[in-house]
């Protein structure tokens, strides 16, 4: 088997591709990858096995429709992960996630459509549908993004449908809570607290720290995409559900905790414009059609996450500091 995945060079692709080297996805034992990521500052071969001779890497934008032409032949599935995803970014400058999101999601269905690829998996989020305020979401929920990268993603997942009407392509979206884990680029809210704390400095908490968010351990969401790969129905939308709500200030004080800080290292900043007040998935499609739950308790998914940044300070310094400086979260 022949796996394509793009944007693997980033948080959840990384996992993603270690874990399926690792042989722990069934019935993909043995499989070859490939990465295509154009390296951007959130892309690591750092996070990647690079020396594994079943990895083969190839630097690339997916923009470039003759690259992936020349690259999707023979390959079994396409995992698409490729995405700008930092909302602050998109803020401030939107059309680069117009482009990577949209133009790029194109142009990767346009070459596995041409390539004759089987299965492709188009890997979104929950920003699509807005904010919440009581309640969780179905797939059924319209989709009222509120910033220009929950837009571009909306857009993408447009995009992903109509090849599947138009084309019969056998795709399937997914959309997940909030990831966290080892490897996550420090632009992020844990692992730029995390970080943040274990030198000493203050941490940004937009507004008052209210903002509600699902989370879920970047292992359980990996095992979901592979579920959605092997079982998924074409032109199926599946949430990928946390289960586990905490206020944007809950989760600072666990951090803390975790990190032997006291709250005098708290700094309110000004809120973000257009700032979703909640995001709540119902997960309980995937649950019944494809057995998925989420396995790695929150509590231990997060103290291990902190222990894995006190241990790798070299991984996350030489990221933290080869970008320019993020805002708070």
Not at 18 to 44: F, I, K, P
Request: charge should be negative; include cysteine.
């Amino acid at each position: 088997m022949r796996i394509l995945v793009t944007g693997a060079a980033g948080f959840i692709g990384s996992h993603f591709v270690r874990t399926l080297l690792q042989d722990r996805y069934a019935g993909w034992e043995g499989a070859e990858v490939t990465v295509v990521d154009s390296l951007t500052y959130a892309g690591n071969l750092a996070s990647l096995p690079m020396g594994d001779p079943r990895l083969s890497f190839v630097r690339g934008d997916i923009c470039d429709l003759p690259l992936l032409l020349q690259l999707l032949p023979g390959h079994d599935v396409v995992v698409h992960m490729a995405a700008e995803s930092h909302v602050d970014r998109s803020v401030d400058s939107a059309a680069e996630f117009v482009r990577t999101n949209v133009v790029g999601t194109q142009t990767v269905l346009e070459a596995a459509l041409r390539s004759g690829v089987p299965r492709v998996v188009h890997v979104s989020t929950d920003e699509v549908y807005g904010s919440i305020d009581s309640g969780s979401w179905t797939e059924e929920w319209p989709l009222l993004p509120n910033s220009p990268y929950a837009a571009s993603k909306a857009a993408s997942d447009l995009i992903v449908r109509s090849y599947w009407r138009t084309h019969g392509l056998d795709v399937s979206i997914t959309r997940c809570s909030n990831n966290y884990g080892p490897y996550q680029h420090p632009e992020k809210l844990i692992p730029l607290f995390v970080t943040n704390l274990l030198e000493g400095k203050s941490v940004p908490v937009y507004g008052d720290g209210g903002n509600v968010r699902e989370w879920l351990h970047v292992d359980d969401h990996c095992r979901a995409i592979h579920a959605v790969a092997v079982k998924g129905r074409a032109g199926e939308v599946y949430n990928i559900g946390g289960g586990r709500e905490h206020t944007n200030l809950e989760l600072t004080h666990r951090l803390l905790d975790l990190c032997d800080a006291d709250a005098s290292a708290i700094r309110h900043v000004e809120d973000r414009k257009a700032h979703d007040v909640r995001y709540s998935l119902d997960g309980s499609k995937i649950q019944d059609e494809l057995g998925f739950t989420p396995q790695i308790p929150f509590d231990r998914g997060l103290a291990d996450t902190v222990a894995w940044y006190r241990a790798h300070a070299a991984w996350w310094k030489a990221a933290k500091y080869g970008t320019t400086e993020v805002a708070g979260v």
